[in-house]
């Protein structure tokens, strides 16, 4: 996948700016996402070979942090955007078939992010899609409806059920909480790229 691609899947679109971050770090995008149950700004460096801030690679040195990418919380506002990709990952083209035809392009589902913990320092992050787990059911788990060509090649979930109750995954206990109900799991979607937070909680 292209660099450009990561950042899509795992960022979606946000506002591009040219100035800098608290501590005076230079960022390049930045979006709403959620952490411990909060709307929370994230700040993103883009590859420097794409004219942003921020590496290429993922550094050994930056520290990491887990960004579960799950059906957003809010149908109306959803912070990652449905979007679409070429499927040919290489070139950035559409693929052609037998006819010559441009073939349909491969959805980015619409999705929140909500990252396992507040990282106040810039960190590779690492994106993985929250599917239904082998223990989920209509009963237990709400899950968004999946377009069509979904990279994902499965529902999103939004919700599980806890001790009776309703409950979103905009918090990363609840994320792990259902993986160990077995309620939901987790699908490795990509390299993100740099990001730090900034809390900005919701009134």
Same mark, same amino acid.
């Given at each position: 996948?292209?660099?450009?691609?990561a950042?899509?899947?795992?960022?979606?679109?946000?506002?591009?700016?040219?100035?800098?971050?608290?501590?005076?770090?230079?960022?390049d995008?930045t979006?709403?996402?959620?952490?411990?149950?909060?709307?929370?700004?994230?700040?993103?460096?883009?590859?420097?070979?794409?004219?942003?801030?921020?590496?290429?690679?993922?550094?050994?040195?930056?520290?990491?942090?887990?960004?579960?990418?799950?059906?957003?919380?809010?149908?109306?506002?959803?912070? %990652? =955007?449905?979007?679409?990709?070429?499927?040919?990952? *290489?070139?950035?083209k #559409?693929?052609?078939?037998?006819? !010559?035809? @441009?073939?349909?392009?491969?959805?980015?589902?619409?999705?929140?992010?909500?990252?396992?913990?507040?990282?106040?320092?810039?960190?590779?992050?690492?994106?993985?899609?929250?599917?239904? %787990? =082998?223990?989920?059911?209509?009963?237990?788990?709400? *899950?968004?409806?999946? #377009?069509?060509n979904?990279?994902? !090649?499965? @529902?999103?979930?939004q919700?599980?059920?806890?001790?009776?109750?309703?409950?979103?995954?905009?918090?990363?206990?609840?994320?792990?909480?259902?993986?160990?109900?077995?309620?939901?799991?987790?699908?490795?979607?990509?390299?993100?790229?740099?990001?730090?937070?900034?809390?900005?909680?919701?009134?």
């Open positions: 996948m292209t660099r450009r691609g950042l899509a899947i795992l960022f979606g679109a946000g506002a591009l700016v040219q100035t800098a971050a608290a501590a005076d770090i230079a960022f995008l979006k709403k996402a959620w952490v411990d149950g909060k709307t929370v700004q994230v700040y993103v460096q883009m590859p420097k070979a794409r004219g942003g801030h921020g590496p290429n690679e993922p550094s050994k040195n930056k520290g990491k942090v887990d960004v579960f990418l799950v059906a957003p919380v809010s149908d109306a506002e959803p912070y %990652g =955007p449905q979007m679409s990709m070429p499927l040919d990952k *290489i070139s950035g #559409p693929m052609l078939d037998a006819n !010559g035809k @441009p073939m349909p392009d491969v959805i980015v589902p619409a999705h929140d992010d909500t990252f396992e913990r507040f990282a106040t320092k810039p960190t590779d992050t690492y994106g993985y899609w929250i599917v239904p %787990g =082998p223990k989920a059911t209509p009963e237990t788990v709400a *899950i968004q409806a999946m #377009p069509a979904s990279m994902v !090649g499965e @529902p999103l979930v919700r599980i059920k806890i001790d009776g109750e309703w409950v979103p995954l905009n918090d990363a206990k609840t994320v792990r909480k259902g993986m160990e109900l077995g309620l939901v799991a987790k699908k490795f979607a990509t390299w993100g790229g740099i990001a730090w937070l900034k809390s900005a909680p919701k009134h």
